[in-house]
């Protein structure tokens, strides 16, 4: 998220108080992802910085329209250049640079995502990527705040497009009537856009620019206010001040990660930004004097290069430290950013903003822009191969993670998705065995990562299988996961159509059924609620109902589900394995395999043993509720031993991440389910 300096914006030239609004806006997203306590709500300095960008970028379009009669793109993009891209340059290449020295084994990513930085396309590679902005795994992206910049770029792309239509079609007074009544229509249309996705898809809601575009229209309204509206009472401007700061400060106190964001919640500080920048045009209030103080004015010039600094550096720390958050260490590399921007702002952004060298004209600024983004998109992609190098003479360690299932292309549906009932149907590949089916495996990733395993049955005890799962999305009837404001209805449609093509199956002979889950994904720790614990990202919903904050519900909701597939599984004559949740490690286990001794990647046995007790119950019960037609499997028996739940056995990596088994594991913990695959087999 970049932002402008205080350019003239209207009829009152430079305004200070927009500089100290940029610091509010800064100190709370540095305080954020520091960790700060009181700051949970801190992301929303974004929205308070896209308020200001389209206040100050509108200004500077309706001066140029104003005083020329129209709108010079070349120069307006050549501007852009200067202002954004030498620290932008300057902070990925130090990150790269970082990066590579310090995490070897992640440069394929590194890569890749330096090439979305310069394409402006970040947003949508994030999203793609990592998913919700609030997931714990996005702290494992240095890059990961450019998404913000990449969204105010997509805006100006489209932005001037409306002054240069309005200054060559229309005159004064058209002109400002048509400026305000488009601007309304189109934030409209996005606040209305933002809304409806926030509920359906709310990272798609949270990245994407048109989504976001009412943000910067709002402070277009109030640029034109500001410039065609009447002169604010001194009083009233004061009060309006003081709303302002009352709704930022409640959105950065009050607001929390697990709550829906954008949607109408995005309201408060951007309306509340709005206010303050309407106060701040009259300079006697006592807010527009707070915010163009020395301080907050200082603060707010460096806060693009504050904040390009600050998240690279906690962002490359946690994953030197396997993705572990601590206050301290996070709060002194904001300091230090702070001071990285102090240095740099002089020597880097302030000077480059002059027309000098390659930036000397408007179109050799263009040109120099588009070169600097080339050679490092190149670099991105020199990275990214030679990264696939890497990867064939790196040790057996680092490999395990990519030690995963032969056949998860073919047979491992993608979360989120509509499965196409014939590709559900057929696909010969995720069989095992040319005889018929005797087994379904049916399930989510933790269903995925047994095929291994149920290989080794097929090589060894002749056991034909068809296997079926889709990512995040747990093998129960009438329910559907919920994640971070919206539902999985592709879930539910794959269970579905699942129960029916197991039921065929039946009818060809099939003998039964393995479920596996997993379960501690979708059940949050019944010691703590859902809305303060960052690993409680899904839970499950009845189909119908509304998500539920009380953990035990939601433990009920899956007890129930439960019960529910598994009463139409034996009603088919099917047996049924429950899987037992596995052991997940505090770190991703070949990251610290490479980084740390074994003795220090594990963990602790007893702690797991806590955290599964609840599921475990409900497993417990279901499988007596049907006696002969349901068993419990558990792996963890074999999985941890002597109170530790290990990364590395016998030379063997176990996980390929935090929480699925490598193949090779997998294969090795065959006999541990050899019983039960012969009783669900009806050999027994």
Not at 504 to 533: E, F, M, N
């Amino acid at each position: 998220m970049k932002q402008l300096m205080s350019f003239p914006s209207g009829q009152s030239g430079y305004r200070a108080d927009i500089d100290g609004l940029r610091a509010i806006a800064v100190l709370s997203v540095v305080a954020f992802h520091a960790g700060l306590p009181g700051f949970s709500g801190g992301f929303i300095g974004v929205d308070v910085f896209f308020v200001i960008s389209g206040y100050l970028i509108s200004g500077l379009l309706l001066n140029e329209v104003e005083q020329t009669g129209k709108v010079d793109l070349l120069a307006f993009y050549a501007r852009r250049v200067r202002r954004i891209l030498p620290m932008l340059l300057l902070v990925v290449a130090t990150t790269l640079l970082l990066a590579l020295l310090l995490f070897p084994d992640d440069q394929k990513r590194i890569g890749r995502s330096v090439t979305s930085v310069f394409f402006f396309f970040s947003n949508h590679y994030i999203l793609n990527k990592s998913g919700t902005y609030f997931e714990p795994t996005t702290d494992l992206v240095p890059l990961l705040h450019t998404w913000s910049l990449a969204v105010e770029e997509q805006f100006y792309f489209v932005w001037p497009l409306l002054f240069l239509i309005l200054a060559r079609f229309l005159q004064e007074p058209a002109r400002k009537a048509g400026l305000i009544g488009a601007v309304v229509l189109l934030s409209l249309l996005s606040l209305l856009g933002c809304v409806w996705l926030t509920g359906t898809n709310m990272p798609r809601a949270f990245y994407l620019m048109p989504s976001r575009a009412w943000e910067f229209g709002l402070g277009a309204l109030a640029l034109c206010y500001v410039r065609y509206g009447r002169t604010l009472p001194d009083g009233l401007a004061g009060m309006l001040g003081l709303a302002g700061l009352v709704g930022i400060a409640f959105a950065v106190g009050g607001y929390h990660e697990a709550m829906p964001f954008p949607g109408t919640a995005a309201l408060l500080p951007v309306i509340a930004t709005a206010l303050l920048l309407l106060a701040g045009s009259r300079p006697n209030g006592w807010a527009t004097r707070l915010l163009s103080s020395t301080p907050a004015t200082t603060i707010g010039l460096l806060s693009y290069s504050w904040y390009l600094w600050h998240w690279p550096l906690m962002s490359l720390a946690r994953i030197y430290d396997l993705g572990q958050r601590d206050l301290m260490r996070d709060s002194l590399l904001g300091l230090l950013a702070l001071g990285l921007a102090w240095l740099t702002f002089g020597m880097v952004e302030n000077r480059f903003r002059r027309a000098q060298g390659w930036f000397a004209t408007k179109r050799s600024t263009v040109l120099a822009g588009l070169a600097v983004s080339v050679f490092i998109v190149l670099v991105g992609q020199l990275v990214v191969q030679w990264s696939g190098y890497q990867d064939r003479h790196m040790s057996g360690v680092y490999l395990a993670r990519k030690d995963v299932p032969s056949l998860r292309e073919a047979c491992h549906f993608e979360s989120w998705a509509i499965v196409d009932e014939q590709k559900l149907q057929y696909q010969p590949s995720c069989a095992l065995g040319k005889d018929k089916t005797k087994v379904v495996l049916w399930g989510d990733s933790h269903a995925d990562h047994l095929m291994p395993l149920l290989m080794a049955a097929n090589q060894m005890d002749a056991l034909h299988v068809l296997q079926r799962s889709q990512g995040a999305c747990p093998p129960l009837l009438g329910v559907q996961p919920y994640e971070s404001g919206r539902l999985n209805a592709g879930c539910a449609d794959f269970n579905r159509k699942m129960y029916a093509l197991t039921v065929a199956q039946a009818q060809k002979g099939a003998k039964g059924v393995i479920l596996a889950g997993r379960w501690l994904s979708y059940v949050p720790d019944t010691r703590q609620a859902v809305h303060s614990s960052r690993d409680a990202f899904r839970i499950l919903v009845t189909d119908g109902g509304r998500a539920e904050a009380d953990p035990k519900k939601v433990l009920q909701i899956f007890e129930q589900a439960l019960q529910r597939t598994v009463d139409a599984l034996v009603s088919q004559k099917l047996r049924v394995v429950l899987v037992a949740p596995i052991p997940q490690m505090p770190f991703r286990a070949p990251e610290c395999l490479v980084r740390r001794s074994a003795s220090d990647c594990g963990a602790s046995a007893d702690r797991f043993m806590k955290q599964k007790q609840a599921v475990m119950m409900v497993l417990t019960r279901v499988a007596a509720s049907r006696p002969g037609w349901v068993r419990v499997a558990d792996l963890s028996r074999e999985l941890c031993r002597d109170g530790v739940c290990p990364a590395l056995k016998e030379g063997t990596v176990l996980y390929s991440d935090d929480n699925h088994l490598t193949a090779s594991a997998s294969r090795h913990l065959y006999p541990v389910l050899r019983n039960e695959l012969s009783w669900l087999a009806g050999r027994s």
